[in-house]
Every structure is written in structure tokens, then in C-alpha cells.
Antibody, heavy 120, light 110 residues
């Protein structure tokens, strides 16, 4: 059974940093891209970042480029999202997600989400 | 890329059918047959309902169907049930290893 577990959210001041972790199991981790999606209060889902199975190819939405860094440790079946220079607009529930199947570009397996609140 | 356009809300009575539209551009919905739809109940995790425009994952009711015409994708829910009341999000591959979501649609079952 595919499982995705997210941790690391919390309250952080503007300009601060936070690292989210996403631990996965139940599949061959290094053969799947992993994605981060967020939902701000009162807004829709937003695609934030992704990393390929080899950890080399990455993607960032424009609003987080230069501030967020995605990485993965395939030996630990874990993906990370390092967030810095946080602003109020980054306040959201952050989800870690696995492809439905490799290359499908559908988000099939979602972690439970973690709330990040940026506020003084 | 800009977000896909969805109606903010739709409503229907039990047993009726409703359709939620999702309008993109020739850079996303119009070019790729990689539109997906997600159902999200309040406080819950999104659930994949449709992928590759019209395919349903195992376990998703056949009351849910997807289609596309030009730059607009659609999700149709037939035989509306109270449990279908939720937010629905469309999503499309947009090239360069990226996805773009719509703003989400709140479905109310009257």
C-alpha cells in the first residue's frame, strides 16, 4: 500500500525558514517523481514544486523560485522542501504527492498535508 | 503560466447531472490530453477522480466522467448525491515538467 506522510509544518515569522519532509513507502521510491502542492486559505490548489526520481530534474512555480529548494534522499525514501524568506502568501496547507503512475502527470497519492503559517 | 478557469460554484439537486468547466489555453489543456480532476471535502485530502481527461481510477464511481473540447475540459457528475458536495479542482500538464490548477469549484447539492 502506498503511503505518504508529511511533517515539518508550523508557525514561522516572515523572512524565516522551514523544512518540510515527506516520507513515502509501499513502492519503488526512486522510480517516481514527487510533487508539492499547496492550498492557501480560501484559494484553490497550487502546484509548487517537483523533483524527478533521480533527484536531478526539478521544477518550481515562479512565486517560490529562489526561495524554496526541493530535494530527495532515495536511501531514506524521503523528499524535502526547504522554504526560506517566507512571506504571508506562503501560508497554506502543503501536500506531498506521488504520481498516479509514472508519466501520468496525475497526482494519485496524497500525504495528509501540513499547515504552514507565516505570521508575526 | 496562468491558472485554469473554473466557475466558483455550481449547484444541483439530488439525482440531477451537473458539469464543471475548466478553461485553459493552447499551451496546456488544448495541447495535452493530461487533464485531471480532484475532489476535496472540507478538511480532507484531495482525491484523484479523473486522469488523462476521461479515465477513472479504480474505485471511482462511473457517475463521474471527463471530457475535453478545444481548450476546455469538463467534469460531469450524474445522479448527484449528497456525498458529492465538495470542492472540485481541475489540473493540466502545461509542458516543461509543470502542472497548472484551476481555481476550484464548490459544488453544492441542494
Amino acid at each position: 500500500e502506498v503511503q505518504v506522510v508529511v511533517s515539518g509544518g508550523g508557525l514561522v515569522q516572515p523572512g524565516g525558514s522551514l523544512r518540510l519532509s515527506c516520507s513515502a513507502s509501499g513502492f519503488t521510491f526512486n522510480t517516481y517523481s514527487m510533487h508539492w502542492v499547496r492550498r492557501a486559505p480560501g484559494k484553490g490548489l497550487e502546484y509548487v514544486s517537483a523533483v524527478g526520481g533521480d533527484g536531478i530534474s526539478t521544477y518550481y512555480t515562479d512565486s517560490v523560485k529562489g526561495r524554496f529548494t526541493i530535494s530527495r534522499d532515495n536511501s531514506k525514501n524521503t523528499v524535502y522542501l526547504q522554504m526560506s524568506s517566507l512571506i504571508a502568501e506562503d501560508t497554506a496547507v502543503y501536500y506531498c504527492v506521488r504520481d498516479f503512475w509514472g508519466g501520468s502527470w496525475a497526482l494519485g497519492y496524497w500525504g495528509q498535508g501540513t499547515l504552514v503559517t507565516v505570521s508575526s | 503560466q496562468s491558472a485554469l478557469t473554473q466557475p466558483a460554484s455550481v449547484s444541483g439537486s439530488p439525482g440531477q447531472s451537473i458539469t464543471i468547466s475548466c478553461t485553459g489555453t493552447s499551451s496546456d489543456v488544448g495541447t495535452y490530453n493530461l487533464v485531471s480532476w480532484y475532489q476535496q471535502h472540507p478538511g480532507k485530502v484531495p482525491k484523484l477522480m479523473i486522469y488523462e481527461g476521461s479515465k477513472r481510477p479504480s474505485g471511482v464511481s462511473n457517475r463521474f466522467s471527463g471530457s475535453k473540447s478545444g481548450n476546455t475540459a469538463s467534469l460531469t457528475i450524474s445522479g448527484l448525491q449528497a456525498e458529492d458536495e465538495a470542492d472540485y479542482h481541475c489540473c493540466s500538464y502545461a509542458g516543461s515538467d509543470s502542472l497548472v490548477f484551476g481555481g476550484g469549484t464548490k459544488l453544492t447539492v441542494l
